[in-house]
Every structure is written in structure tokens, then in C-alpha cells.
């Protein structure tokens, strides 16, 4: 179906997707039957030229989205049926669109499928307006940030800068890949005790140049915390994975690297 689709739309297409497996906000993946990704927007590779602004390659405009209900009939036609709800994908569910919209007071609803935990967002699009954009709750944006330390431009501290530059997924994978593979530890939460340690160690080591002319006053004893908070992020994320796909974590892990 999706060499169909390909043929159809003249080559490959983006996929939009909200993940609910567990990242910075928990509705709760493991204890609920909830799917694996929520669709809410296609975009044809094609087009790829066409959405995103001359000056700024990660300012998407409207041009080149299907519209909604070419979306949504295409999310249908991907989707496998009787298939087990935690490995499935279905469309985001519409909510009413008034005329006037005010996101300063915006009520964020609560989630249509773990419906007593608020949503971090929602996506808005206007066909007729060609109009399309991402409001996320504030609490959400704070708690984003203190997980992940957010990116460089909004850091509001040196050592967050750093760690949002140069403390990447990959470069905790390699990390655990070391500790559990190749040492022979025990996968783990415990593993983060001696995990984030030396994912600082590796930043400076790859980095040091660049962190030592780097504009932005840092002091290194801030880093560590922030980047221990990321590696148990990324521990919780591989966990989950190997859950999913009920493998082995070293087998999946086997070839990472940064």
C-alpha cells in the first residue's frame, strides 16, 4: 500500500506523527491500550521544496501539505487492521475549530485516549487560511526543558547551552552500548550512575576545542546534573523499545554509534 501511495504522490511521503510511548510527558504507554504513533499530517516529498521558507530550512510554511481530508484518507489506507493497539497507528482524533482562535487562552483539553492527562499540544491548521502550527502547554514547554535542557537558542544558562549542543541520544546510546555490551553490565537504571559521567567525559573529549572557545560562560560542574537527567531519559526510551519490538537490548543496540 504505501509503494501505492508512493506511485500515487509521485514519491515518498512525510509522515507527521505524535509518538505516545513514554518521552517527557508519560500517558501512561505501558499501563493503557494506547497506539504507538497518532498521525496529524502528510507532506510529499515532492513538495519538500515548496514548505519550507528560502532563508530558513526548519521554518515550515503551508505550501505543499495535503489537505485534511486527503491526510486523513491516507492514514487510513496505511493503517494495518487487527493489529494490537500498542504497535498501531491512527489518525489524530478533529477537534472543533472555531473562527476566531486566542492561543493566550486556549484550554487544552484532556487526552482522547488517556483522557485524564491534559495533552502537551495541539496542532493547528487552517486549509482555508493556509495556516498550520504547534501550541504546547507552558508547564509542558518547563518540563521539556528541565528533561531535555531544550535547544541551544532557548537555554537559559551556559551549561544548558552546552548540554543542549553536545549531549546527544547517540552519544548516550554509544555510551550504554560501551557499559552493556562490550562490559558486560546488567541494563538498567542503575547504569546511570557511572553513565552520565562519561558521557561528559566523551562531550570534552570530542569537543574540548569547542568548548573551550565557546562564547558562553559555563561553569563544568553544572553540566552534570543536566546531562544525568538525559540519560535517564534515554535509558527509559531504550527500555521501552526493546519492550516493544520484545528483543534483546543488546541486539538493538549492537551497531549504534554516534
Request: charged share 30%; proline share 6%; with cysteine.
Amino acid at each position: 500500500m504505501l509503494r501505492t501511495v508512493h506511485d500515487e504522490l509521485d514519491g515518498p511521503v512525510i509522515v507527521y506523527a505524535e509518538n505516545l510511548i513514554y518521552s517527557t510527558l508519560d500517558y501512561g504507554f505501558t499501563d493503557r491500550e494506547l497506539p504507538a504513533l497518532v498521525g496529524f499530517d502528510v507532506l510529499p516529498y515532492a513538495a519538500i521544496e515548496t514548505m519550507t521558507a528560502p532563508a530558513n530550512p526548519y521554518e515550515e510554511t503551508f505550501d505543499g501539505f495535503l489537505d485534511l481530508a486527503s491526510a486523513w484518507e491516507l492514514f487510513e489506507r496505511l493503517r494495518v487492521p487487527n493489529i494490537a493497539t500498542e504497535h498501531a497507528f491512527v489518525q489524530a482524533p478533529v477537534l472543533d475549530r472555531p473562527d476566531a482562535f486566542d492561543p493566550t487562552a486556549y484550554d487544552f483539553p484532556t487526552s482522547t485516549f488517556a483522557g485524564d492527562i491534559r495533552v502537551k499540544g495541539v496542532v493547528l491548521r487552517s486549509d482555508v487560511m493556509e495556516r498550520r502550527a504547534k501550541l504546547v502547554r507552558d508547564s509542558f514547554q518547563e518540563l521539556n526543558r528541565e528533561q531535555f535542557g531544550g535547544a541551544p537558542e532557548a537555554a537559559e544558562s551556559g551549561a544548558e547551552y552546552v548540554v543542549a549542543t553536545y549531549c546527544t541520544p547517540a552519544r548516550i546510546r554509544k555510551q550504554v552500548r560501551h557499559l552493556v555490551v562490550e562490559e558486560g553490565r546488567a541494563f538498567g537504571f542503575q547504569l546511570n550512575d557511572e553513565l552520565y559521567p562519561r558521557v561528559v567525559e566523551d562531550m570534552w573529549a570530542e569537543h574540548w576545542q569547542e568548548l573551550m572557545d565557546l562564547d558562553v560562560a559555563f561553569t563544568p560542574a553544572d553540566v552534570y546534573p543536566l546531562v544525568a537527567k538525559r540519560c535517564i531519559r534515554e535509558l527509559r526510551t531504550m527500555e521501552t523499545n526493546a519492550e516493544m519490538n520484545d528483543a534483546d537490548p543488546t541486539e538493538i543496540w549492537r551497531h549504534l554509534g554516534e
